[in-house]
């Protein structure tokens, strides 16, 4: 008995080693087995592509603008001052409104000022009784000379003596006009329509009249329309003249330019080019334009900051990405375009100008083709993508 367990034992110790790939295939099926016992199997997870949203380039018409900044200026603008010197009796306004043309301002003291015309007035007066005078004596030397009764040299003294009281007269009338001005200039009236400043001095003072040291008492600066003066380069300004001319050769169109002011994002005052400087500034390089603008509400207000663009192209088609979809390298310009099998295909583009948040694509891409709009960071040349598609509209140019 001892004999054949012993035997036994022997033949089993000598049974061959099992192989390494035997062992590792029988470790994994047990691991599975073991997996199974849990009531799943763990399988590895999928990679699913990209989700990109793409679109088609929008195809409008659209026209160039050149930016610039500037200052609105008032088209006039005049300092209310004294013409006569006297104390401040009244100011007629109040302070930032509008004002009319011929409107009261201030009144000066008048009461010297009438008296100097009455004084005027009476030596008018005086000269007048002289020259009827002189002319009666003239008459009677006229017939006392044809009868012989006085000499030629006493005719030639009363003849002069009428020259003399008829220069008089007019002398007179000239004085009774300058004192009627002065006492007309008591009243400070508007020169122009527009808007008035504060008043500079108030009732009591004395203000002096005329000449340059005249007093200042405000100032009125006119509102509608508005200036705003920019500088362009030499060849903007020959763009702009020679877009003109080819408009219209018989009649010349005025070029449009829009104006934003500080808190605005978009350009809704509209004018026009109404003067381009006739010499460079030839330190700058540069010449000097001017857009005038209706401003019916007074919102446009002399000395605002002021954002404006002028037309710089005359309407024409073109292919629209915004640019968010445009990416760079390198100082080259380039989209990703989606395929019919949804892969993905790295293409140069050359761009055009901007249009609103949006970008020319001048050259590079077709209209039917679909380009990626969003999720640009995720792509690769050549790899597949999950699109959605979407349509770009007008929103791009505004």
């Given at each position: 008995?001892?004999?054949?367990?012993?035997?036994?034992?022997?033949?089993?110790?000598?049974?061959?080693?099992?192989?390494?790939?035997?062992?590792?295939?029988?470790?994994?099926?047990?691991?599975?087995?073991?997996?199974?016992?849990?009531?799943?199997?763990?399988?590895?997870?999928?990679?699913?592509?990209?989700?990109?949203?793409?679109?088609?380039?929008?195809?409008?018409?659209?026209?160039?603008?050149?930016?610039?900044?500037?200052?609105?200026?008032?088209?006039?603008?005049?300092?209310?001052?004294?013409?006569?010197?006297?104390?401040?009796?009244?100011?007629?306004?109040?302070?930032?409104?509008?004002?009319?043309?011929?409107?009261?301002?201030?009144?000066?003291?008048?009461?010297?000022?009438?008296?100097?015309?009455?004084?005027?007035?009476?030596?008018?007066?005086?000269?007048?009784?002289?020259?009827?005078?002189?002319?009666?004596?003239?008459?009677?030397?006229?017939?006392?000379?044809?009868?012989?009764?006085?000499?030629?040299?006493?005719?030639?003294?009363?003849?002069?003596?009428?020259r003399e009281t008829a220069a008089a007269v007019?002398?007179?009338?000239?004085?009774?006009?300058?004192?009627?001005?002065?006492?007309?200039?008591?009243?400070?009236?508007?020169?122009?329509?527009?808007?008035?400043?504060?008043?500079?001095?108030?009732?009591?003072?004395?203000?002096?009249?005329?000449?340059?040291?005249?007093?200042?008492?405000?100032?009125?600066?006119?509102?509608?329309?508005?200036?705003?003066?920019?500088?362009?380069?030499?060849?903007?300004?020959?763009?702009?003249?020679?877009?003109?001319?080819?408009?219209?050769?018989?009649?010349?169109?005025?070029?449009?330019?829009?104006?934003?002011?500080?808190?605005?994002?978009?350009?809704?005052?509209?004018?026009?080019?109404?003067?381009?400087?006739?010499?460079?500034?030839?330190?700058?390089?540069?010449?000097?334009?001017?857009?005038?603008?209706?401003?019916?509400?007074?919102?446009?207000?002399?000395?605002?900051?002021?954002?404006?663009?002028?037309?710089?192209?005359?309407?024409?088609?073109?292919?629209?990405?915004?640019?968010?979809?445009?990416?760079?390298?390198?100082?080259?310009?380039?989209?990703?375009?989606?395929?019919?099998?949804?892969?993905?295909e790295y293409r140069k583009v050359a761009l055009?100008?901007?249009?609103?948040?949006?970008?020319?694509?001048?050259?590079?891409?077709?209209?039917?083709?679909?380009?990626?709009?969003?999720?640009?960071?995720?792509?690769?040349?050549?790899?597949?993508?999950?699109?959605?598609?979407?349509?770009?509209?007008?929103?791009?140019?505004?």
């Open positions: 008995m001892m004999k054949n367990n012993r035997g036994l034992w022997a033949a089993v110790h000598r049974r061959p080693p099992l192989s390494g790939s035997l062992l590792i295939a029988i470790t994994l099926v047990a691991l599975a087995g073991c997996k199974n016992q849990g009531g799943t199997a763990a399988s590895p997870p999928s990679s699913q592509p990209p989700k990109v949203i793409i679109a088609q380039p929008s195809a409008q018409d659209v026209t160039e603008w050149d930016a610039y900044t500037g200052r609105i200026e008032a088209v006039e603008s005049v300092d209310v001052r004294a013409r006569v010197s006297g104390y401040l009796e009244q100011v007629h306004f109040k302070a930032g409104e509008r004002v009319h043309k011929g409107d009261l301002l201030f009144q000066i003291d008048p009461k010297p000022f009438k008296a100097q015309l009455n004084f005027a007035v009476a030596e008018l007066e005086r000269a007048k009784s002289r020259q009827e005078l002189a002319k009666n004596d003239l008459a009677r030397a006229e017939r006392l000379f044809r009868a012989k009764a006085i000499s030629g040299e006493e005719h030639d003294a009363r003849s002069k003596g009428l007019q002398s007179a009338e000239a004085n009774v006009y300058s004192a009627r001005l002065n006492l007309d200039y008591t009243q400070v009236r508007a020169p122009i329509n527009g808007r008035i400043g504060r008043e500079l001095l108030t009732v009591g003072n004395v203000v002096n009249g005329g000449g340059s040291d005249a007093t200042l008492l405000t100032f009125i600066v006119s509102t509608d329309p508005v200036y705003v003066y920019v500088d362009a380069d030499e060849r903007s300004v020959l763009k702009y003249r020679r877009m003109t001319r080819q408009t219209d050769h018989h009649q010349s169109e005025q070029t449009p330019v829009e104006l934003a002011l500080a808190d605005e994002t978009q350009f809704p005052h509209q004018g026009h080019l109404d003067y381009i400087s006739p010499r460079e500034n030839t330190v700058t390089g540069t010449i000097t334009l001017r857009g005038v603008f209706a401003n019916t509400d007074g919102l446009l207000n002399p000395g605002f900051f002021a954002r404006i663009r002028v037309r710089g192209s005359a309407p024409y088609p073109a292919l629209l990405l915004p640019d968010r979809a445009i990416g760079t390298d390198q100082g080259q310009h380039y989209v990703w375009v989606v395929n019919q099998d949804n892969r993905v055009g100008a901007h249009i609103g948040q949006a970008r020319v694509i001048a050259a590079g891409l077709k209209a039917q083709e679909w380009a990626v709009i969003e999720g640009l960071q995720k792509l690769k040349p050549g790899i597949n993508v999950n699109p959605e598609r979407i349509s770009l509209d007008q929103t791009l140019t505004r």
